[in-house]
């Protein structure tokens, strides 16, 4: 006669947390990137729920030898969202309509979870947009548990303007200095259209419009087609430069009846292509081609792999045809020329 039972299935959350930040992340600085892509995104839903003119967005960054914080003035959240998204791996609180209305970036919803790789302790304090209720929450690493509760929340009904403040304790074998948090987060922050300041400095809102614009001095030529092929429609103008040089603005893109929301700027010799989303830097492309084509793609519907390494195999073949299109319109033009 055969004996049957049954044992638990666990989960040692320590090492979950080793795998998320040494695995899934490339470096310490990810933490900080990930919560400015949360802040970044509460602020695009901010201004979906109240309108794009009703604040003034930001997002403020301050390290030290101890702590990171990082400040936002967008949605906030509410005891829903902090115990069913935030708090909880695995689950997006990004999958509602004002979020997807609003474009945002994330989608893959490991939240909080993020953070205590590199993180002893973890602080929230988040006041939603609607409601007069402010909401602080916080854990220890070594105090989390898949079967106890473990995150302490405390909540001060009180009227003051929405947002949300993280504030970490590093791990004692983490040390962030502000030099290497710029030089990290540089690709992924620098074309946000909202002010990011880490430690009083400002590392966004540069125009990446340089690519493709050329002073009226040194153009040579410009060309305005309407392109309409293979699958794909959108606006194309060819800037020749008097260096011999070529520039492309690509906007109004369509791929079949669908619009996709962005915009392409190129240029010869610029170096690799680097992909956003909504502003947000995602990954480089790697797409060969005859003109050595450098810049920047921002496309709302591109999506990175987990570990922000590459885009996803669906992303990539999206750039590839279009960057394809382009180039053998670039070739049509100087042909004629």
């Given amino acids: 006669m055969n004996n049957v039972s049954k044992i638990s299935f666990q989960i040692e959350v320590r090492r979950v947390l080793e795998i998320l930040s040494n695995d899934i992340y490339d470096s310490p600085y990810a933490l900080l990137r990930e919560n400015i892509q949360n802040a970044y995104d509460a602020i695009l839903m901010r201004k979906q729920l109240k309108g794009a003119d009703s604040f003034e967005p930001k997002i403020n960054v301050t390290i030290d030898s101890k702590f990171i914080r990082i400040q936002d003035n967008g ?22 309509e004002i979020a997807q209305k609003a474009e945002v970036v994330g989608t893959f919803g490991i939240g909080a979870m993020a953070n205590f790789g590199v993180c002893k302790s973890l602080k929230v304090i988040t006041h939603y947009a609607e409601g007069n209720q402010t909401i602080e929450t916080f854990a220890k690493r070594e105090s989390l548990s898949i079967t106890e509760e473990c995150i302490e929340l405390i909540t001060q009904e009180e009227e003051r303007e929405p947002g949300t403040e993280i504030i970490a304790e590093l791990d004692d074998s983490i040390n962030l200095t502000q030099q290497g948090a710029i030089g990290y987060l540089n690709p992924y922050i620098k074309y946000l259209n909202v002010p990011v300041l880490i430690n009083g400095t400002i590392v966004s809102q540069n125009n990446y419009a340089d690519f493709s614009d050329v ?9 305005h087609h309407e392109i ?4 794909f429609s959108f606006k194309l103008t060819l800037n020749y430069t008097k260096q011999n040089l070529v520039r492309i ?3 109004d893109i369509s791929k079949g009846t669908q619009k996709i929301n962005g915009e392409i700027a190129l240029s010869q010799g610029a170096g690799s292509i680097y992909c956003l989303r909504n502003y947000f830097g995602l990954a480089p492309i790697p797409v060969s081609g005859f003109f ?10 591109l999506h990175p792999t987990a570990g922000r390494e590459a885009l996803s ?16 319109k670039i070739a049509e033009s100087i042909s004629n020329l």
């Avoid at 309409?228 to 699958?231: D, I, L, Y």
């Avoid at 050595?292 to 519907?301: K, P, Q």
């Avoid at 990539?316 to 180039?327: A, D, F, P, R, Y």
């Fill in 75 to 96: 949605i906030g959240m509410n005891k829903d969202v902090l115990s069913n998204n935030f708090w909880k791996a695995g689950s997006s609180g990004k999958n509602n």
């Fill in 215 to 223: 002073k009226q001095e040194n153009l040579f030529l410009s060309e």
């Fill in 228 to 231: 309409n092929q293979t699958n």
């Fill in 249 to 251: 603005h690509c906007s």
């Fill in 292 to 301: 050595n084509l450098g810049g920047v793609v921002n496309i709302s519907s």
């Fill in 313 to 328: 195999r669906e992303s990539i073949e999206l750039v590839t045809q279009l960057i394809n299109i382009i180039e053998n």
